[in-house]
């Protein structure tokens, strides 16, 4: 079974994804994008690429997933560059699952 992913943002940032073969859904970044994922969660993607602009955007989306298996929501850089949610969350899951911030010198 092939895992099927879906990448949503403004259409700067998200054509190229086409070209390699994922699934694309526009949204500005003040969307609300709270219905396509539950579609696309409905239509079993497994990985879901936001642009951070949308992540900001709407918070409750994430965390309603988070805990969920599928699908899994990863935040992606904007055409803009990075707001640095991603890397927050990442900070955020390593210090959980070791139990201290160790990124920090």
Same mark, same amino acid.
């Given at each position: 079974?092939?895992?099927? &992913?879906?990448?949503?943002?403004? #259409? /700067?940032?998200? =054509? %190229?994804?086409?070209?390699? /073969?994922?699934?694309?859904?526009? *949204? ?7 219905? =396509?994922?539950?579609? =696309? ?12 602009? =949308?992540?900001? *955007? ?5 965390? #309603? ?6 699908? *899994?929501? &990863?935040?992606?850089? %904007?055409?803009? %560059?990075?707001?640095?949610? %991603?890397? *927050? /969350? ?5 210090? #959980?699952?070791?139990?201290?911030? &160790?990124?920090?010198?």
């Amino acid at each position: 079974m092939q895992t099927k &992913i879906a990448v949503i943002g403004d #259409r /700067g940032s998200v =054509l %190229g994804f086409k070209a390699i /073969g994922f699934d694309v859904f526009e *949204a500005e970044t003040d969307s609300s994008i709270e219905d =396509l994922v539950a579609d =696309l969660a409905k239509r079993e993607y497994g990985i879901v690429f936001v642009t951070e602009e =949308l992540i900001a *955007a709407n918070p409750d989306v994430v965390e #309603r997933y988070k805990d969920d298996m599928l699908p *899994a929501i &990863i935040p992606i850089p %904007g055409r803009n %560059g990075s707001l640095g949610i %991603g890397m *927050a /969350g990442i900070h955020r899951n390593v210090e #959980r699952a070791v139990g201290a911030d &160790i990124f920090n010198n």
